[in-house]
């Protein structure tokens, strides 16, 4: 049996995407596997999200291409959407060069055979030989069916649901719209389906992923919150997060409506990308001047155990050391739980690419590590007003003494000898307990989404992956936190 691996760059939307591709090969008879020296077919699902994303792309590839030998080699995904015809000339060891969502006929390819190029209800190309000319199709004819049934690449009892493909925003930084097309909103009976199946495999908790969440459904007549009560109701699921909300199109009472229901975890990840009124304004943000202190504050008095992540960008053309004192002041008063950030990148074919007063990359560099430093004190605040409490949180992993895990663990570990404790006495006691060698638990509480934020640590005490247990918060720093088994 011939055995195919993937490896996933990017965003979690790719992820879906990766494991709607494994999918497609399994049904053919090609096993997935996680070690890559076990697999006869390489994939790159690759980003192209900016200049970073691409040059990670390049490297992963160069690294694959070193070790290829005689194995069949694919690229796919948001760079090779773009740059498909670039990658094949300077990368003639790559065997299939394809765009987004080419699925089947990326199977096809590697296996040679017609008849799984053809995808239901479309009239695409037949298949290729290997090596032929890339894939690359305008990404609106993708067709996203066939999500249901596919291998997961996330823990077993976790994963992404992508509800929507595209985006209709036009901010002036963003290429999406470029490369993945408009929105594209999947129907909530298709999502339904593919979650129950899920649960009836194991998975307990689901995170809900678009580019724009919010925008859900306006192409198709649905809403997002027909589509919440509908999994609301799946039995066997425990917790669902919504990511990738637009304050600016989606309202405080229908976020309410929300939160009233029994699994939505009190977690919304709603990027605002900036404060300044001006900046937003360049950029083109729907919605932006909506995303106010006001906006956060009605949320949070009627649930003022709300969780929120967003991210903000630094550097955009024109920004000034008053636009990022706005920011500050506005991180300062709404107080996320988690923020992230990234730097500007001028992309081909966005209208920022070519607006003057471009930021120095040290200056970008300087306030990104002041927003940074900001944010980790609102972050810790946060983490230290849930000491003392339990939560229920669901185990992800459990790390084994002398294992690769550990190793990468132990940063985190270190990190609590200055963290905030529950009571002081305690830190020398969790010392000695992990001096002693015991396994520990990788958990999340509801206040963590999966792959984007902390994580909870607490002794293993015989637990597994999938076991969901009540957490008490002994110990945290700005990102993780110290647990004991309540």
């Known amino acids: 049996m011939k055995r195919v691996f993937c490896a996933t760059l990017g965003c979690d939307k790719n992820l879906v995407d990766s494991e709607a591709l494994l999918g497609r090969f399994l049904s053919r008879g090609i096993q997935p596997v996680a070690d890559p020296e076990e697999a006869d077919i390489w994939v790159l699902n690759s980003c192209g999200f900016i200049d ?8 992963t590839l160069q690294s694959l291409v070193a070790g290829k030998a005689d194995r069949t080699l694919v690229v796919c995904g948001c760079w090779s959407q773009e740059h498909g015809d670039d990658i094949q000339k300077r990368f003639p060891e790559v065997d299939v060069v394809a765009g987004v969502g080419q699925f089947d006929r990326v199977v096809a390819a590697c296996l040679g055979d017609e008849s799984a190029a053809t995808v239901a209800g479309t009239d695409q190309p037949s298949a290729f030989p290997l090596a032929g000319p890339p894939i690359v199709d305008d990404p609106m004819a993708v067709n996203y069916t066939g999500l249901v049934g596919r291998p997961l690449l996330t823990p077993s009892h976790v994963a ?3 509800i929507g493909e595209g985006c209709n925003c036009s901010c002036t930084f963003c290429r999406i719209p470029l490369i993945r097309g408009k929105q594209r909103s999947r129907s909530v009976e298709e999502i339904v389906i593919e979650v129950r199946q899920m649960v009836a495999q194991g998975v307990t908790e689901i995170q809900l992923v678009s580019q724009n969440t919010s925008d859900f459904g306006r192409d ?3 809403t997002l919150i027909e589509l919440v009560q509908n999994l609301n109701r799946v039995d066997g699921l425990r ?15 229908d976020l309410r409506r929300l939160l009233e229901m029994e699994k939505v975890a009190p977690y919304f990840d709603i990027p605002i990308q900036h404060a300044s009124p001006r900046i937003l304004k360049a950029m083109r943000r729907p919605g932006g001047f909506k995303a106010s202190p006001d906006f956060f504050g009605a949320l949070r ?3 003022p ?6 991210t903000a ?3 955009f053309p024109g920004e000034e050391e008053e636009d990022v004192s706005l920011l500050a002041d506005f991180l300062a008063e709404v107080e996320f739980d988690h923020l992230g950030t990234y730097r500007f990148s001028p992309e081909k074919g966005t209208p920022s690419a070519s607006l003057p007063d471009r930021v120095p990359d040290e200056l970008i560099h300087d306030r990104e590590a002041l927003i940074m430093d900001l944010q980790s004190e609102i972050s810790l605040g946060r983490q230290s007003a849930r000491l003392g409490q339990s ?3 669901v185990v992800d992993e459990v790390i084994v003494p002398g294992s690769e895990s550990a190793e990468q663990t132990q940063g985190i570990l270190d990190s609590f000898q200055d963290g905030v404790w529950a009571d002081d006495s305690e830190r020398e006691t969790a010392a000695g307990v992990l001096r002693s060698g015991v396994s520990l638990a990788v958990c999340r509480s509801y206040h963590f989404g999966y792959d984007l934020d902390g994580v909870i640590l607490m002794p293993a005490d015989q637990l597994h992956p999938g076991q969901w247990v009540q957490a008490e918060f002994r110990a945290v720093t700005g990102f993780d936190v110290w647990a004991t088994l309540r």
């Open 220 to 222: 198709t007549g649905q």
């Open 391 to 393: 939560f229920s949180a």
């Open 160 to 162: 992404f649901v992508k």
């Open 52 to 59: 970073a994303a691409r040059s990670d792309s390049e490297e």
């Open 239 to 253: 917790r669902m997060r919504l990511l990738y909300l637009y304050a600016g199109m989606v309202s405080v009472d």
């Open 301 to 303: 008095r009627d649930r």
């Open 305 to 310: 155990d709300l969780v929120l992540r967003s």
């Open 313 to 315: 960008l630094l550097g």
